[in-house]
């Protein structure tokens, strides 16, 4: 055994092991055919096996809904929790243990509608996490119920004669809260816009929060419809900060230089759901991390007690 | 048992050399009452303090308005602090105050309409109010005087105000020191140790405010010396084991840093808070960290993350906070997280009583939950039990797999009690997080058929990976909703608790082991239940008492120990319906908590006496409950 710092005891890393795709493969996912869910978990176990991740030291954390099952069909360590609650858990995984990459994969009924308190106050704590919103724009476990970024107008079982309020957005929501650190949005149905922003997503230190467009196959099958078919609905934000995709660039001709740092130029230009933006809207690598905020010097079990037994001085008799 | 002081002829301003009293008694109770802000609570903290540390038994209990700043001078206003000294161990708050410091009359009305003052009590009355500019606050002290003549108190007016402004601008800022002066002088306390009391009181103040109060503490002790007839002893205690003294709320914090936890996950509630504010002062340098959370259910959320990846966290709470925790809690449960949840109890349901004290949250602990989610439950009955809860709390939390809940409560929290140092035992430490490599046949839940004990897999380790869901599982961790999975699952996480009763002692009976009546507690009344028990049997009456410190599972040999008193009974801080009230029945009576509890696991018929009034219960009220079931039976 080894004391690998922290209170930690383990064995000599094994750094020869490689790690192909099939690696990370987990059970056989149960989504239905055509769920932008596929899309993503085939995006991230690419992120895996490109940036060679342990499956022991990487842990994802979901909450309840279609896309919180994502984690078991992952070999990494997974947390499928509670509705809307996976952030504070990722978030005390990261508070004690800096040294695992962690990820999220929440819906947009588990981020925006009852885990929202959270998905704020993650968003300012600011660990280092890479967070994804699956967001379809409906809940689909539960069988077709209006989400807070339903388009409005869309029926559904709860608001049969369409959706009454415009959808939330969550770009201006998390572009509005103070010590966010990135913010991007991609989409599904481009498999390599969506692969290359998770990617940036995961180099980034902090919460790196994405977006994800996609479509239900059951329940909103037609919501992007139109931008799959024209990718001239589409707009691409480039910059060397955020991603820049070269291969997109003979279809989407739709392209804006926009610097992630500009947090002013980021609100504007999340503001219009037309035409759809991808890209990174905002990054600034500068902010500060929660758990490098809070991290105290480690304690043994005896300096523990020998300072507790001064500490007990204080209040003796 | 408190013997007070006979009302003296003459009374101040006169220097009373020769017609002073010296009285040495066993125990003598006081308070200190002022309007919120006004510092009573800090002079009785100094001086409760420093009277454990001259080795009286002292316990004292923080006497708390609902509201931050309610308006000066009206009863409801009455913040203040009572401490009962005894020159043997203390265990509860007593019966009534002997004697006490007032800051106005509206106050002190407060405490005599409440019953809280013995007949012949001594009060010490700030006097400016009697001469005060506004007629309404000359007429609302005649008043006052009036009603407190019905009883024969002696009261003393004392001015303080007008002594404290010949050193400070304030009064209000230094009224509290005066008063301190005041009592060391009356109850022969070293000024030394009060000031190093002050200095450590004061530690986040400047230097100003200290040696300033250290003025103000000797001009009240002068004054009292050239003013005041009588002096009282309390003797200490003989030498014996280091002691420490502290709060409820400061034992649990150094309990669990005895513990080796390292996240304290919260959200601002009362009364639980002061643990957080105590291990915010101190946890980093342990290697802790306390989290404020943006909710209760973040705190939760966050303490079963940190736990899942390592060392177990715990989370602190009270009534309403606990009910939001609900679904982490059984997430925990369901996927065998270890996690410790304290709730510090209030007045309940909804927001209730949030100062003050009451057992209302025992079922919620036990039973708060969709599905079946056994859990443990513990429940600290003296301030050094806190302490010590919280290591065994967070042993079990990691030895089984499970949610520990600790209920302590407002009277244990704000409470101050001598108690004997803990001689701290690395092995109470959480050892360090294992991460080597789990063997390939490895299950996250390779359950031991007889026992649902589990080794977990902790993120890092290989050959551990596996998905914990709050699903129905498998001991793969799979999920599965077939009959029998889930009906494997609920008996491994069932079966845990049985397996801890099985490690446990019975109970001890306090008092002989069969008589006429057993009064059963459990919490912060063990003190007073413990008290009316001996002067019960002083007069002659065959009664003794259990105190239970583990609700779930339950210390075994319950049904024996019962068998051997003709009558069992429970007494708690918690609402029941009394037999006799309209529309009440034997079969829809709704009884106190625990009795409900004990009836269903043990099958005896026991009746309860309960009652929700927002403070302790006192030795006398428990005593006349015991006299109304029992006869005299032996001389006494």
């Known amino acids: ?317 | 048992m408190a013997t007070s002081l006979e009302p003296a002829a003459s009374v101040v301003d006169a220097p009373p050399d020769a017609a002073r009293r010296e009285a040495t008694l066993a125990e003598h109770t006081l308070e200190v009452v002022s309007d919120a802000g006004e510092g009573a609570q800090k002079c009785g903290q100094i001086f409760g303090a420093v009277s454990a540390r001259m080795r009286n038994g002292v316990w004292t209990v923080e006497i708390i308005p609902a509201e931050i700043q309610p308006p000066p001078r009206v009863p409801e206003g009455a913040s203040g602090i009572r401490i009962r000294l005894g020159s043997r161990e203390i265990t509860n708050w007593g019966d009534q105050t002997n004697l006490v410091v007032a800051f106005n009359e509206q106050v002190l009305l407060a405490r005599h309409r409440l019953g809280a003052l013995a007949e012949d009590a001594v009060l010490l009355l700030e006097d400016t109010w009697a001469t005060h500019e506004d007629e309404a606050v000359r007429a609302a002290w005649n008043a006052a005087m009036n009603e407190l003549s019905s009883r024969s108190y002696r009261i003393i007016p004392v001015p303080m105000e007008a002594q404290c402004l010949s050193l400070v601008d304030n009064p209000r800022k230094g009224k509290n020191m005066f008063a301190l002066g005041m009592l060391a002088w009356i109850y022969r306390r070293d000024l030394e140790r009060i000031a190093e009391q002050i200095a450590h009181a004061f530690r986040k103040k400047s230097e100003d405010v200290y040696s300033q109060s250290v003025a103000l503490v000797q001009l009240g002790y002068d004054w009292a010396g050239r003013h005041l007839d009588f002096r009282i002893t309390v003797p200490s205690m003989e030498g014996g084991r280091p002691m420490v003294v502290m709060n409820g709320n400061e034992a649990l914090g150094m309990g669990a840093i005895a513990a080796g936890m390292e996240l304290c996950a919260m959200y601002p509630i009362t009364p639980a808070t002061s643990v957080s504010h105590y291990l915010s002062e101190v946890f980093e340098k342990f290697g802790g960290v306390v989290h404020q959370a943006e909710d209760e259910i973040a705190a939760a959320g966050v303490a079963i993350g940190a736990s899942y990846s390592g060392k177990v966290a715990f989370t602190i709470t009270s009534g309403p906070g606990l009910a939001l925790k609900t679904e982490f809690i059984g997430l925990a449960i369901m996927t065998e997280v270890p996690l410790v949840v304290v709730d510090v109890q209030r007045g309940g349901p909804s927001t209730g009583l949030p100062t003050k004290v009451e057992q209302s949250d025992l079922f919620a602990a036990l039973f708060a939950q969709p599905g079946d989610a056994p859990r443990i439950v513990l429940a600290p009955a003296t301030i050094e039990e806190c302490f010590h809860v919280m290591v065994t709390a967070r042993r079990l939390a990691e030895a089984f797999r499970t949610v520990v809940i600790v209920l302590s409560d407002a009277n244990l929290a704000t409470g101050v009690q001598p108690f004997p140092r803990p001689a701290l035992d690395v092995r109470w430490q959480a050892a360090p997080v294992d991460l080597t490599a789990l063997p390939d046949e490895f299950k996250a839940y390779g359950w031991n058929a007889e026992t649902g004990l589990s080794r977990r897999a902790i993120p890092g380790q290989p050959g551990g990976m596996h998905t914990l869901t709050g699903l129905s599982h498998d001991d793969r961790s799979k999920v599965a909703y077939s009959a029998g999975v889930h009906q494997q699952g609920s008996a491994m996480r069932s079966r845990k608790l049985a397996v801890l009763q099985s490690t446990l002692e019975p109970p001890v009976v306090y008092g002989p082991d069969a008589g006429e009546l057993l009064v059963v507690g459990w919490g912060s009344t063990k003190g007073a239940i413990e008290e009316a028990v001996d002067r019960a049997r002083t007069e002659g009456r065959a009664v003794s008492s259990l105190h239970l410190r583990f609700l779930s599972p339950l210390e075994p040999g319950l049904r024996e120990i019962f068998a051997r008193f003709k009558r069992v009974m429970t007494v708690e801080i918690n609402y029941s319906d009394e037999p006799d009230d309209p529309y009440i029945t034997g079969e829809n009576r709704r009884r106190g908590q625990l009795a409900w509890l004990l009836r269903a696991a043990t099958l005896v018929d026991i009746d309860c006496w309960t009652r929700v009034p927002g403070e302790p219960f006192k030795p006398a009220t428990i005593l006349e409950i015991i006299r109304r079931r029992t006869v005299v039976t032996e001389a006494s």
């Open chain 1, 1 to 317: 055994m080894t004391d690998l710092g922290c209170g930690l005891l383990g064995a000599a890393d094994d750094e020869d092991r490689e790690y192909a795709l099939s690696d990370y493969e987990g059970a056989r996912a149960r989504w239905c055919p055509g769920c932008g869910d596929h899309s993503v978990l085939t995006a991230v176990q690419k992120l895996l096996t490109a940036e060679q991740l342990k499956p022991e030291t990487t842990v994802f954390v979901s909450g309840i809904g279609c896309s919180s099952r994502f984690p078991h069909y992952l070999t990494t360590y997974g947390f499928h929790g509670i509705h809307g609650r996976a952030l504070p858990v990722a978030t005390g995984i990261k508070l004690h243990r800096p040294d695992l990459d962690v990820f999220v994969v929440m819906g947009d009924g588990d981020c925006t509608s009852i885990g929202a308190g959270h998905w704020i106050h993650a968003l300012r704590y600011n660990p280092d996490l890479t967070v994804m919103l699956l967001d379809n724009g409906i809940y689909g476990l539960t069988k077709n119920q209006t989400s807070p970024t339903t388009p409005q107008g869309l029926v559904s079982n709860t608001q049969p004669r369409g959706s009454l309020l415009p959808a939330l957005n969550p770009l201006t929501v998390a572009l509005g809260v103070t010590n966010a650190s990135f913010i991007a949005q991609t989409a599904e149905f481009v498999p390599a816009h969506l692969y290359a922003t998770l990617r940036a997503a995961h180099k980034h230190r902090g919460l790196a929060f994405v977006r994800i467009l996609q479509r239900c196959p059951i329940y909103t099958p037609g919501i992007y419809g139109e931008a799959v078919k024209k990718p001239a609905l589409v707009e691409l934000l480039v910059h060397d900060d955020g991603v820049n995709v070269p291969a997109l660039e003979s279809v989407y001709q739709q392209r804006r230089q926009h610097d992630p740092s500009d947090l002013a130029a980021a609100r504007e230009l999340a503001q219009s759901a037309e035409p759809i933006r991808l890209g990174v809207f905002f990054r600034d690598p500068s902010r500060i991390c929660y758990e490098t905020l809070r991290r105290v010097p480690g304690r043994t079990a005896r300096e523990r007690l020998t300072l507790l037994d001064t500490e007990l001085d204080r209040y003796a008799v």
